[in-house]
């Protein structure tokens, strides 16, 4: 999920991210987990401030319905609708994080741009790149090349 999510943070820089929480000197002999709860803290708070609903999955939910769970609490207004009705209509049994993708994709990446950074991916050259940024790119780009790669089966 972590990997969909990042990509789809970078294709919509509408999407404004909350910089990360600064790491105090720890000072206090608190265990260290806790002192971790309360380096989070600040980050909810930002997270908050920009609209986002906390996300709490309850032990009934699997890792895969706690994924989707998770990625809808992100989803606002006409996405958030599209979301709820999509589901609707849909058996339960068939919303998997695979069809939340499919759709999700399908509703709101045109096939033109994954067209264009198939492109990208293509004719990606290191050129005066540093090894670990055309590393970077090459990872970035990868997932639009998937079957322009022969695989071994």
Do not use: H
């Amino acid at each position: 999920m972590s990997e969909w999510f990042t990509q789809f943070v970078r294709n919509n820089p509408a999407v404004s991210q909350p910089s990360p929480p600064s790491n105090p000197p720890q000072t206090s002999a608190m265990p260290l987990t806790m002192n971790l709860n309360l380096l989070n803290k600040p980050l909810v708070e930002k997270i908050r401030k920009y609209g986002a609903e906390e996300f709490r999955a309850t032990s009934d939910d699997d890792a895969e319905k706690a994924d989707i769970k998770c990625v809808v609490s992100l989803l606002q207004d006409a996405a958030y609708q599209w979301w709820k009705t999509l589901i609707s209509v849909v058996p339960k049994e068939r919303v998997t994080w695979d069809f939340f993708q499919f759709e999700f994709r399908k509703k709101y990446i045109s096939q033109r741009f994954i067209d264009q950074k198939q492109k990208e991916f293509l004719e990606l050259k290191q050129g005066r790149m540093f090894v670990t940024k055309y590393k970077q790119e090459f990872v970035r780009l990868s997932q639009y090349g998937r079957e322009c790669i022969p695989t071994r089966q």
